[in-house]
């Protein structure tokens, strides 16, 4: 098999051992376990808390003492290990532990599988940009081929569909009631995990790079010397936003598959296709970034870095007022809308920020200052974001276990709609052709 092939794969397998469970896991927590907004906030936050030191610390490691192939098949091996002990765990405070053991060995795999790829290719004489994206676009295939896998195989089946196919009482209350059913997600993610750990070990070597000094300090090994960059108002107005993006960044993931599924309670949607495949639905998002990755040079070129940005963050309004009001019959179209203008809303924001730090950042703190960015987003924001929302949830749109979807979605948009209003009226940047010149996928 040729390297190209090999590296669709791992990068195929990279997403779908995230996607098989990451949609899902909100439905796991309050339909089959039934904990709180707070309780499953807090087990989602890990996402964010890990995002803040483990990238950096697995890179030390991959660049003075081991293998990255090596470090990302044990990653990924422990990885799988974890997941098989989530079905097992029922009391929400042990599930966060275990989640973010979980958590500790995958997000760091996201930008070593990125790292083995660049590597592996220039070894091999390919041209990194033109080749790598159609390389990476397959693990995007991979998340949505892991959500249809595990909608199909992972959702309980309401009685009265059951009793149509001839089944027994006895399999649609354990359907319903959920935990054998809704366990499989973890199982097949674990697995598929441990498969791709050990696959790893047959991909050709990435020795360590040793590119860090060995005088270097604590802080430039972690790649924190960007933080001098909060002292220009201009960086640090741009890095807040991205850390209130960042907070909204999850909010679908966390919740989506969990609205569509509450539906089922409503008896003029439960036997809908909405319900019975939310986790389909839910991947019309993930579709969708594929197809805005395309447009985005258009748009850059055409609008500029801080346009884009702000076309995000209205995306942003209308992914979650859309929500708002959609409903499986009259409002289908709506939660159909919201999942393609996701694309558009994740892709513009993460994209056109990066290359805003790669064009006013001074080269010698430009691969730090790029980790602060996703510190930021992915770390601090999506952390912050999962324990609040939760702990929102809660407290005010909760009533005798009973979620207010509406207004949960619709405080959401007035979020970003503020931060959108402020984003426009606070961040100047003068649109400069020249940056976007050389912006290829």
């Known amino acids: 098999m040729n390297i190209k092939n090999r590296l669709t794969i791992m990068s195929f397998l990279q ?227 991205s850390m209130f993006l960042g907070g909204a960044l999850q909010l679908t993931n966390m919740y989506g598959d969990a609205f569509l599924n509450d539906f089922a309670k409503i008896p003029e949607y439960k036997l809908s296709f909405v319900v019975q495949y939310s986790t389909i639905i839910m991947s019309i998002s993930q579709i969708s970034e594929t197809v805005f990755i395309l447009a985005i040079p258009f748009f850059l070129k055409r609008f500029g870095i801080k346009q884009v940005m702000l076309f995000s963050m209205i995306a942003w309004v209308l992914r979650f007022g859309l929500f708002a009001f959609g409903d499986p019959v009259e409002g289908l179209w709506m939660i159909i809308l919201s999942c393609i203008v996701y694309g558009m809303a994740f892709d513009f924001f993460n994209i056109s920020g990066s290359l805003f730090v790669e064009t006013t950042t001074d080269s010698k703190i430009r691969s730090s200052a790029q980790g602060l960015f996703m510190m930021m987003t992915n770390g601090v924001g999506a952390y912050l974001g999962s324990k609040i929302s939760g702990y929102a949830i809660d407290n005010y749109f909760t009533q005798n276990d009973v979620k207010d979807w509406h207004n949960i979605w619709f405080s959401f948009a007035i979020y970003s709609l503020i931060i959108a209003i402020a984003f426009a009226v606070l961040f100047k940047h003068k649109h400069n052709p020249k940056d976007v010149e050389s912006v290829s996928h």
């Open 15 to 241: 997403f779908f051992v995230w996607g098989a469970w990451l949609i899902t896991i909100g439905t796991y927590c309050f339909n089959a376990k039934g904990w709180t907004g707070a309780e499953f906030g807090a087990i989602f936050s890990t996402l964010g808390l890990s995002s803040l030191f483990m990238p950096a610390l697995t890179g030390i490691i991959a660049d003075k003492w081991l293998n990255a192939e090596k470090l990302y098949g044990l990653l990924h091996i422990f990885y799988g290990i974890i997941l098989f002990f989530v079905p097992k765990v029922n009391d929400p405070d042990t599930l966060f532990y275990v989640i973010f053991g979980a958590m500790i060995c995958y997000m760091p795999t996201i930008s070593l599988s990125n790292s083995i790829a660049y590597t592996i290719l220039k070894n091999n004489k390919f041209d990194v940009v033109k080749v790598f994206p159609p390389i990476r676009v397959w693990g995007t295939i991979g998340f949505i081929v892991a959500m249809w896998f595990t909608n199909i195989f992972s959702s309980p089946t309401p009685p009265e569909i059951i009793k149509d196919l001839g089944l027994s009482v006895g399999n649609a209350l354990a359907g319903v009631t959920g935990s054998p059913i809704y366990a499989n997600q973890f199982y097949i993610a674990a697995f598929m995990a441990i498969v791709l750990g050990i696959y790893s070990f047959t991909l050709p070597k990435c020795p360590p790079q040793k590119t860090i000094s060995g005088d270097a300090s604590f802080v430039e090994q972690l790649g924190l010397t960007a933080f001098k960059l909060f002292g220009s108002y201009k960086m640090a107005l741009f890095f807040v936003f």
